[in-house]
């Protein structure tokens, strides 16, 4: 599976894609909702598309839990199959 | 072959229906967001960007579910330029009449001039328009009605907690309705419907007084689950996703609305397909948002005759329901 490097850079993606924010400032230390402006709403849209991409199950109560950018990426490195 | 027993007559009706004529009504009372954020936590930014509303329509106390259905269902009628003398049947899609008893169709279509119509109403909450638009074209199909009044109408405002910032800011007031009638070339394609009742939890009645909803596992359901209806819809049609001018989803929330359209075009949806928004200024009506969007689209000309538009309706239930029309 993936390593956390390029989770991290997939996960840039697609919060550049749904949320319009640059890559550069998706780093592991950047909470979504104080540092990137992310609301609940597109929250869930980046948790689906990530669940695509990574092949892994975020539920809503997960979901809750990943306050930082490095939160996501330690999840979807644990889950992923 | 069962000897001595008659066998019973079936009727059969014509192959096709369309829509033969639109009408819709909203309350006059306009409430913008500035309005919203004098009773409760929450401002204009806020709710734009969540929701992707603007303003919506609130109906006085005096002004009922039964009264908006009536006007709208007249309207359609004057629409097509159809006697209520011609009607039979009228069916009346709503999840917020004030009692169980007694139903709005029946009432509404004696105040349309309807008489002695085969009436009764439709609880599939937002989807109920798609769904009642479905069982009013197989009615005709089968013989069992001539013309068929469909009215979604609601009065969320009785139902919503006007302190709730979560509600009271979506939810709103109106009625459209279609006339469906028979035709000669396919203007209702077959509806695509469904439920998944083991999500019922997301959205309710609390204590039987004041809608709740799971805002955020209802985004996600609508956001995934409801794309592949419409295109489940496009197929029964027998067209491709490249023949439809128009999407109109049920207006729940902008954002949804978009991200249904989203999923549609990478599916083979043409980027200049229209998609409907009436949300942003008349927020969401539950079963009316359809024909009301379907409606204002007509009147301004973003909406054509002869367009293929594709509905698709989703909501309590959890329901969904979805069909290719051609808009009359």
């Given amino acids: 599976m993936a390593d956390k490097e390029e989770i991290l850079s997939g996960l840039a993606e697609i919060v550049e894609e749904v949320a319009g924010v640059a890559q550069d400032d998706v780093s592991t230390e950047k909470s979504f909702v104080d540092d990137l402006d992310i609301d609940s709403l597109s929250m869930v849209e980046i948790a689906v598309q990530a669940e695509d991409k990574f092949g892994v199950k975020i539920p ?15 999840y979807v490195a644990a889950n992923s199959k | 072959m069962t000897g001595d027993r008659p066998a019973l007559q079936l009727r059969q009706g014509p192959a096709a229906t369309r829509i033969l004529g639109v009408g819709s009504t909203q309350p006059d009372r306009v409430v913008t967001n500035d309005d919203l954020s004098e009773v409760m936590d929450t401002n204009d930014q806020w709710i734009r960007e969540r929701v992707g509303i603007i303003e919506r329509r609130f109906a006085d106390k005096d002004e009922l579910l039964v009264d908006m259905a009536v006007t709208a269902g007249a309207k359609a009628l ?21 009692a169980p008893i007694p139903n709005a169709a029946g009432q509404v279509a004696d105040r349309i001039g309807i008489k002695a119509a085969g009436a009764f109403d439709l609880n599939a909450a937002c989807a109920g328009f798609c769904y009642g638009l479905g069982v009013a074209s197989d009615l005709i199909r089968a013989g069992s009605a001539g013309k068929v009044l469909v009215i979604g109408a609601e009065k969320l ?50 204590e039987h007084r004041y ?21 489940r819809a496009v ?38 397909l229209v998609v409907a928004d009436d949300i942003r200024y008349s927020g969401n009506t539950s079963s009316a948002s359809i024909p009301i969007a379907l409606d204002h689209m007509r009147a301004a000309g973003t909406v054509k005759s002869g367009d293929v538009v594709l509905l698709v309706g989703f909501g309590a239930g959890l329901s969904y329901a979805g069909q290719v029309i051609v808009c009359p």
């Fill in chain 1, 60 to 74: 809503d109560d997960e979901l809750a839990n990943l306050k930082t950018v490095g939160d996501a990426v330690d």
């Fill in chain 2, 211 to 231: 809608l709740f909803q799971e805002g955020q596992a209802v985004f996600r359901w609508a956001t995934t689950q409801i794309a592949p209806i419409a295109m």
């Fill in chain 2, 235 to 272: 197929e029964l049609a027998g067209i491709q996703l490249s023949d439809v001018d128009v999407l109109i989803p049920h207006q729940a929330n902008l954002r949804i609305v978009e991200a249904i359209a989203k999923r549609l075009r990478a599916k083979g949806a043409r980027e200049d």
């Fill in chain 2, 157 to 206: 405002t009785d139902v919503v907690d006007p302190q709730d910032r979560s509600t009271a800011i979506i939810f709103a007031d109106g009625a459209g309705a279609a006339l469906v009638g028979p035709s000669e070339q396919p203007g209702i394609g077959p509806v695509a419907w469904g439920s998944a009742g083991d999500l019922v939890d997301m959205i309710y009645m609390r």
């Fill in chain 2, 78 to 98: 004057a629409d097509a330029g159809t006697d209520p003398s011609e009607v039979d049947t009228v069916i009346v899609p709503n999840c917020t009449m004030p």
